[in-house]
Every structure is written in structure tokens, then in C-alpha cells.
């Protein structure tokens, strides 16, 4: 296991999945809404056990701020993992922490007059908190800042939790009009400016699987494998500058020499699966002509589908789809069409859907 110099964070310890509180473990957290606009603090999210797997929703029992008077029986990550898979981010490449920085501090960006100061405050309360997702990987392949879209993060604070100290840094950089979202059914956190809909930054809790409803835990390697591809598992350290890649291919499978299309789901319902092959052809064709992919694995994955997929999609999520794809597939129809006919079925009929034809 990794070991991090104390003297690097804050002392205050906060709860985490696998304490144990009052002789039973923690499981993890989550969240119930305090209302249509009414802002959510931390008394919003809700402490789960082991054995609340079957219940239909969040008990009402507050998560504790600290770990004191309980027993701390969870390393903080990444401390939850071999040091092989927590890499120097010179050891990568020497430029990732010059780009990450660089992308932080990008003047004109909406997330650079908060985001140190995010950062800041969520590591002295004791949690962590990294670039995660399409951020993370863009950052480590080279990307540009200036080419990086979004600000993705994920963290071990729970969603309550979260949005007080990102209410507080809000205060701090004299942008306390700006609103704090978090959606339901997944938990992701936002700040959005006041009559506006673009998202400063995105930020999710590490995700638990198990229980009938959103949950967070306290695990790297368990949040990855519910990520959609291997090489979107990566997350990086902007306090200790280091790489993680909690699942063990991240970086290989998007560095190689080929970038490999892993997928991770297993056994996706078909919502889910149809949102994977989308965002397959997302990535594709952004980085066809600038980087060389293997889909051997994507194709493979997706001959497991139901080949009815399609038609077990309820309108309303094929509406959304297509809303996706208009917005996020940057390339013309024609090539979107060229690369569904190089799909096996169900994925080049359900692309063919989601363009327009079919």
C-alpha cells in the first residue's frame, strides 16, 4: 500500500467506508434532497452499514464529520493501493504537472477563480479530491490545456459534504450567487453561474455499487470499475502530483501504442450499453487522424449485446441519445455514419438510429 507524508494534509480524519461505528462497518453514504431550492449542506447525506443493501432508500442516519469516536479501519486513499499503481507524474511524463497547473490557473476558463481554492479547502477537511474522468485522461495523454473542455473531479466527500465546501470557496472568490446543483440519480455535484446553464466543474464521489439507490464510497479500485472505459479510469493527484489508475491498465491502454476501447461494464441494462457504444464513437472519432485505436475489445463487448438492444430502449432514452450525440459527437454525419458501418450489430443499427438514420 501507498504511504503519504502526513505532514502533506490535514490531521482531521473524516468518516470513510470501512470504519466502524459503534461495532458496525461503514458501507458508504448517500444523499436525499432537502427540497426544490433549498441548498443542501451535509446534513443531507446519510451514513450507510453494511446490510442496508436491501433497503429502497437512504436511512436517516447523518454522516459524522470526523472519525472520531469510531474506529478507523480504512486506509485514506489512495493509500488503498499497491504503489505500482500510483505513479510520480514525472515518471509518465515530466510535463503533466506543468499541464495540470497550467490547466487550473487557464485564465477564461469558468472553473479558474475557484478551483485552487476548491482544492484548498477539500484537503483541509481531510478528504481527497483529484482531476478524474476526461480531464485526467486528457491531462496525461498531452493534451493542451487550452483543448481540455471540461473540469471533471471525484473525490471521497459525499455530496452534502461537498457542496458546503464548494458553497464556502464560492464565498471566498466573491461568487456566492453562483448555485450548487447535485442530481439525483447520480450524485454528480455542479456550481452553475446565475442565469446560466454551463457547469463550472463536475464533481462525483467514488462510486458504490450494491444498493438500491445512489451511493459513494471510499474505494479507488471499485470506482473504476464502474467507469466506462479502462483508459477514463485514470485520476491525478494536483497536491502530491501523482498519476493513480486504480484498475491497472489505465495508463497502458491509453498511452500504448495503440489506444485500446476496453469497456468495463459487464452486464449493462440496455440504457447503459447504448450510452457506452455512443460514447464509443465519441472518442473515436475525436481522435481519429491524431491517434491510432484498437477496437478489437470494444467489438468483441459489444457481441455480447442482446441483438435486440434497440427496441428494449424506451423512447424517452432514445430522445436523450440522440440529444447526446447532436451534442457531444463532434464530426460531421457522414463520418458518424462511416464509423457505425464498421460496428457489428446491435451497435451499428442503434448508431444508425442516433444519427438519423435507421
Same mark, same amino acid.
Given at each position: 500500500?501507498?504511504?503519504?507524508?502526513?505532514?502533506?494534509?490535514?490531521?482531521?480524519?473524516?468518516?470513510?467506508?470501512?470504519?466502524?461505528?459503534?461495532?458496525?462497518?461503514?458501507?458508504?453514504?448517500?444523499?436525499?434532497?432537502?427540497?426544490?431550492?433549498?441548498?443542501?449542506?451535509?446534513?443531507?447525506?446519510?451514513?450507510?452499514?453494511?446490510?442496508?443493501?436491501?433497503?429502497?432508500?437512504?436511512?436517516?442516519?447523518?454522516? +459524522?464529520?470526523?472519525?472520531?469516536?469510531?474506529?478507523?479501519?480504512?486506509?485514506?486513499? +489512495?493509500?488503498?493501493?499497491?504503489?505500482?499503481?500510483?505513479?510520480?507524474?514525472?515518471?509518465?511524463?515530466?510535463?503533466?504537472?506543468?499541464?495540470?497547473?497550467?490547466?487550473?490557473?487557464?485564465?477564461?476558463?469558468?472553473?479558474?477563480?475557484?478551483?485552487?481554492?476548491?482544492?484548498?479547502?477539500?484537503?483541509?477537511?481531510?478528504?481527497?479530491?483529484?482531476? $478524474?474522468?476526461?480531464?485526467?485522461?486528457?491531462?496525461?495523454?498531452?493534451?493542451?490545456?487550452?483543448?481540455?473542455?471540461?473540469?471533471?473531479?471525484?473525490?471521497?466527500?459525499?455530496?452534502?459534504?461537498?457542496?458546503?465546501?464548494?458553497?464556502?470557496?464560492?464565498?471566498?472568490?466573491?461568487?456566492?450567487?453562483?448555485?450548487?446543483?447535485?442530481?439525483?440519480?447520480?450524485?454528480?455535484?455542479?456550481?452553475?453561474?446565475?442565469?446560466?446553464?454551463?457547469?463550472?466543474?463536475?464533481?462525483?464521489?467514488?462510486?458504490?455499487?450494491?444498493?438500491?439507490?445512489? $451511493?459513494?464510497?471510499?474505494?479507488?479500485?471499485?470506482?473504476?470499475?464502474?467507469?466506462?472505459?479502462?483508459?477514463?479510469?485514470?485520476?491525478?493527484?494536483?497536491?502530491?502530483?501523482?498519476?493513480?489508475?486504480?484498475?491497472?491498465?489505465?495508463?497502458?491502454?491509453?498511452?500504448?501504442?495503440?489506444?485500446?476501447?476496453?469497456?468495463?461494464?459487464?452486464?449493462?441494462? $440496455?440504457?447503459?450499453?447504448?450510452?457506452?457504444?455512443?460514447?464509443?464513437?465519441?472518442?473515436?472519432?475525436?481522435?481519429?487522424?491524431?491517434?491510432?485505436?484498437?477496437?478489437?475489445?470494444?467489438?468483441?463487448?459489444?457481441?455480447?449485446?442482446?441483438?435486440?438492444?434497440?427496441?428494449?430502449?424506451? $423512447?424517452?432514452?432514445?430522445?436523450?441519445?440522440?440529444?447526446?450525440?447532436?451534442?457531444?459527437?463532434?464530426?460531421?454525419?457522414?463520418?458518424?455514419?462511416?464509423?457505425?458501418?464498421?460496428? +457489428?450489430?446491435?451497435?451499428?443499427?442503434?448508431?444508425?438510429?442516433?444519427?438519423?438514420?435507421?
Amino acid at each position: 500500500m501507498v504511504d503519504v507524508p502526513a505532514d502533506r494534509h490535514s490531521p482531521v480524519r473524516p468518516m470513510l467506508a470501512g470504519d466502524i461505528v459503534e461495532g458496525r462497518t461503514v458501507a458508504g453514504f448517500a444523499w436525499v434532497s432537502p427540497g426544490v431550492g433549498v441548498r443542501t449542506t451535509h446534513v443531507d447525506d446519510r451514513l450507510l452499514f453494511e446490510g442496508d443493501e436491501a433497503l429502497a432508500a437512504p436511512p436517516r442516519r447523518p454522516v +459524522p464529520q470526523t472519525v472520531d469516536g469510531a474506529a478507523a479501519g480504512a486506509p485514506m486513499p +489512495p493509500a488503498d493501493l499497491p504503489h505500482a499503481l500510483v505513479r510520480p507524474a514525472a515518471s509518465v511524463d515530466p510535463a503533466i504537472e506543468l499541464r495540470a497547473g497550467a490547466l487550473l490557473d487557464l485564465p477564461g476558463t469558468p472553473w479558474q477563480p475557484v478551483a485552487r481554492a476548491l482544492f484548498a479547502a477539500v484537503h483541509g477537511t481531510g478528504h481527497r479530491m483529484w482531476l $478524474a474522468g476526461g480531464t485526467a485522461r486528457d491531462i496525461v495523454a498531452g493534451v493542451p490545456g487550452r483543448d481540455v473542455r471540461d473540469l471533471d473531479l471525484s473525490g471521497t466527500v459525499p455530496a452534502g459534504r461537498f457542496t458546503d465546501i464548494a458553497y464556502q470557496s464560492l464565498r471566498a472568490s466573491q461568487m456566492s450567487e453562483y448555485r450548487m446543483t447535485v442530481t439525483p440519480d447520480s450524485l454528480v455535484c455542479a456550481v452553475v453561474p446565475p442565469r446560466s446553464k454551463v457547469r463550472l466543474f463536475e464533481y462525483r464521489g467514488l462510486k458504490r455499487d450494491g444498493f438500491r439507490f445512489p $451511493a459513494v464510497g471510499s474505494a479507488l479500485a471499485e470506482d473504476a470499475r464502474q467507469r466506462d472505459f479502462t483508459f477514463n479510469t485514470l485520476l491525478y493527484d494536483v497536491m502530491d502530483h501523482v498519476v493513480l489508475d486504480p484498475g491497472g491498465h489505465g495508463l497502458d491502454h491509453l498511452l500504448g501504442e495503440r489506444r485500446l476501447f476496453q469497456p468495463l461494464a459487464t452486464a449493462p441494462d $440496455a440504457p447503459g450499453a447504448a450510452h457506452l457504444v455512443l460514447r464509443a464513437m465519441k472518442f473515436a472519432l475525436r481522435w481519429d487522424g491524431h491517434r491510432a485505436c484498437d477496437l478489437t475489445p470494444l467489438r468483441t463487448w459489444i457481441g455480447t449485446l442482446p441483438p435486440d438492444l434497440c427496441r428494449r430502449l424506451p $423512447a424517452k432514452t432514445v430522445q436523450k441519445l440522440r440529444e447526446t450525440c447532436k451534442r457531444d459527437v463532434d464530426a460531421p454525419a457522414e463520418r458518424q455514419l462511416a464509423f457505425a458501418a464498421t460496428m +457489428p450489430q446491435p451497435a451499428r443499427e442503434l448508431l444508425e438510429l442516433l444519427i438519423g438514420r435507421g
